[in-house]
């Protein structure tokens, strides 16, 4: 096993009494699989995302439960220890990476730092390291990229760059939180794929947090139904998708767009 998250409670503290954000979960993961949480805004999902990594704000925390990572507990490790798995043996990738990247520093020196935070001196091989990630992560002419900075790019291939730096070490969990939200169908669509890919060649394990049914169906193999800090529904997303046990994923499923009606009304607007 992966990742196991046994009995998860996560409390805001900022209200009297705090407020519980994420209400006993449990789930697990295998080596190389990709399991979609998806929910609508305050379900829980992305707060259950960034506990793993303990990322969660000043304002919130872990109250009770673990989070076994290949065995360890994530949750009882100190700053210092948590750092060696950080960004190597499990990576993050963010819905907007414009907040993410630092817009003063190039691709390269972005793309490079995980490399450096975890050992790497040898400045030619990080530079030979990061023109390889941009490659895999397709953006054509990875040289010229390496020296531009985040607001030369476009959305797409800014999200591009984000998981260029997360897959540079080779972690073997990578966690993406609504990368793909801010991108349009297209491009939406191509990240999609690319993380497909990404999975197949390299049997990295994805993580992928989203509030779209649609996007889970295209990626994922198995899915959590969060909902107010609880999971409603898990399962096969086949399953899921056809034969729905709770009334809130079948609500769920309802607000996805059909396509034949999204066709109608796009030619009616042409």
């Known amino acids: 096993m992966l ?23 449990s789930f697990s993961m295998e080596p190389g699989e990709i399991l979609g949480i998806v929910g609508e805004s305050g379900s829980g999902k992305t707060q259950t995302a960034l506990s793993i990594l303990q990322l969660l704000k000043s304002n919130s925390g872990i109250s009770s439960g673990e989070i076994l990572f290949k065995g360890k507990n994530l949750a009882g490790l100190s700053a210092r220890q948590l750092q ?10 963010f819905q907007e990476p414009m ?5 003063v520093l190039t691709i390269g020196r ?8 975890h050992g790497e001196t040898d400045r ?3 530079r030979s390291l990061a023109l390889e990630a941009l490659s895999e992560a397709g953006l054509g002419d990875p040289e010229g990229i390496y020296g531009k900075y985040p607001h030369q ?7 591009r760059v984000m998981i260029a730096a997360a ?11 609504e990368p793909t939200t801010a991108l349009d169908v297209t491009v939406q669509a191509q990240i999609l794929e690319l993380l497909k890919e990404i999975n197949r060649r390299h049997k990295t394990a994805v993580l ?3 509030h779209d049914l649609a996007v889970i169906r295209r990626l994922c193999g198995r899915v959590l139904v969060m909902n107010q800090g609880i999971i409603e529904e898990e399962g096969e997303v086949s399953r899921v998708f056809e034969h729905p046990q709770q009334e809130y994923t079948r609500k769920l499923l309802a607000a996805i767009p059909d396509r034949r009606t999204s066709l109608r009304k796009r030619r009616r607007v042409d």
């Open 3 to 25: 990742l196991e998250v046994k009995d998860l409670n996560i409390e805001f503290y900022d209200t009297q009494p705090p407020q519980k954000v994420v209400k006993g979960i």
């Open 84 to 93: 060696t798995i950080r960004g190597k043996e499990i990576s993050m990738i």
């Open 99 to 103: 907040t993410s990247l630092n817009p």
């Open 110 to 117: 972005q793309v490079e730092e995980a490399l450096k935070i």
């Open 124 to 126: 030619e091989k990080r």
């Open 153 to 159: 790019l476009s959305g797409g291939m800014r999200q």
């Open 167 to 177: 897959l540079i070490t080779e972690p073997e969990l990578l966690i993406a939180d």
């Open 208 to 210: 992928f947090i989203s």
